[in-house]
């Protein structure tokens, strides 16, 4: 009830280590590439009786000696994170891609791990799937996928199937970006709706969230060979190829000079964002 590696019980951490030993030993056993933990307990429901510091300080700890077992036993595959901000507890320390990146960073645990993306926790956390698979490949920490959906006008982890094509393709389209997968894959940490009860609706659940993921696949390469998203963002930053920008970029320039350019110029060169463009070509990608 109070944490695992974050308890301020050693029994219970010493009873955590015991049960990530196993699991681990398991996973060895069945040839598993990934682990991942999630951290549903470790976090706070009041700062009145929390040390933060203390917590997070045994959080890594924990990681740190199941990272030195698994590699001593032979265990090659990645260690993963799974974000989520809330639920069960008020607020969880792997908050959201960025807080376990700066977790990882400063433990010096992001060598030996990557992060799990849950769709439906990028929801709670007030993202969306893409951004989180983003954040994760531009700073090298993707690793895997929990395949899902959440419900926007729900607060909490509805889990449901995925159906939601912009999302698979968006998701899709960060995957492929990151150059595929290595160990990790798309899991369904999904369940059918209380009132989908027969054999048959778990089936066509399956087949429903496959069939989406792999649209989203079709259409995210689809977007690719298209060029014309990527061919506007790398023109919208053009601007740093030659001239002011070239230097900011080489750091060969100071505030003074900034502000000396900025007090000379008669005119600025600002374009439209042109979003509505930009997802008027992913609806004619989508549906021809």
């Given at each position: 009830m109070h944490g695992a590696g974050t308890s301020p019980?050693?029994?219970?951490?010493?009873?955590?280590?015991?049960?990530?030993?196993?699991?681990?030993?398991?996973?060895?056993?069945?040839?598993?590439?990934?682990?991942?933990f999630w951290g549903g307990r470790e976090g706070y429901e009041t700062l009145l009786n929390t040390d933060m510091g203390f917590e997070l300080d045994n959080l890594a700890r924990l990681l740190k000696m199941a990272v030195k077992y698994g590699r001593d036993k032979g265990f090659k595959g990645d260690f993963y994170i799974e974000p989520k901000p809330k639920e069960p507890t008020k607020h969880q320390y792997d908050y959201d891609t960025a807080s376990v990146l700066a977790f990882l960073r400063k433990y010096d645990l992001d060598k030996d791990f990557k992060l799990n993306i849950e769709a439906n926790h990028a929801t709670l956390v007030g993202h969306t799937f893409?951004?989180?698979?983003?954040?994760?490949?531009?700073?090298?920490?993707?690793?895997?996928?929990?395949?899902?959906?959440?419900?926007?006008?729900?607060?909490?982890?509805?889990?449901k199937f995925?159906?939601?094509?912009?999302?698979?393709?968006?998701?899709?389209?960060?995957?492929?970006?990151?150059g595929g997968f290595t160990n990790g894959g798309i899991n369904f940490d999904a369940k059918v709706r209380r009132a989908s009860?027969?054999?048959?609706?778990?089936?066509?659940?399956y087949i429903a969230g496959m069939d989406t993921f792999a649209l989203g696949l079709i259409k995210a390469?689809?977007?690719i060979e298209d060029?014309?998203?990527?061919?506007?963002?790398?023109?919208?930053?053009?601007?740093?190829?030659?001239?002011?920008?070239?230097?900011?970029?080489?750091?060969?320039?100071?505030?003074?000079?900034?502000?000396?350019?900025?007090?000379?110029?008669?005119?600025?060169?600002?374009?439209?964002?042109?979003?509505?463009?930009?997802?008027?070509?992913?609806?004619?990608i989508l549906f021809n």
């Open positions: 019980y050693a029994d219970a951490f010493a009873l955590a280590a015991a049960q990530v030993k196993n699991a681990i030993d398991a996973t060895i056993e069945l040839g598993g590439s990934g682990y991942v893409q951004h989180e698979l983003q954040v994760a490949r531009i700073n090298g920490v993707f690793g895997s996928v929990d395949a899902n959906e959440g419900d926007m006008l729900l607060g909490w982890d509805t889990d995925p159906t939601n094509v912009y999302d698979a393709t968006f998701g899709m389209l960060e995957i492929l970006k990151a009860f027969t054999p048959e609706d778990i089936a066509l659940s390469s689809k977007i060029g014309r998203i990527d061919e506007f963002v790398e023109k919208r930053y053009s601007s740093y190829e030659s001239g002011i920008g070239e230097k900011i970029l080489k750091e060969e320039i100071s505030f003074e000079e900034l502000e000396e350019y900025v007090l000379d110029k008669k005119d600025f060169n600002i374009e439209s964002g042109s979003q509505e463009y930009l997802e008027s070509i992913i609806n004619s």
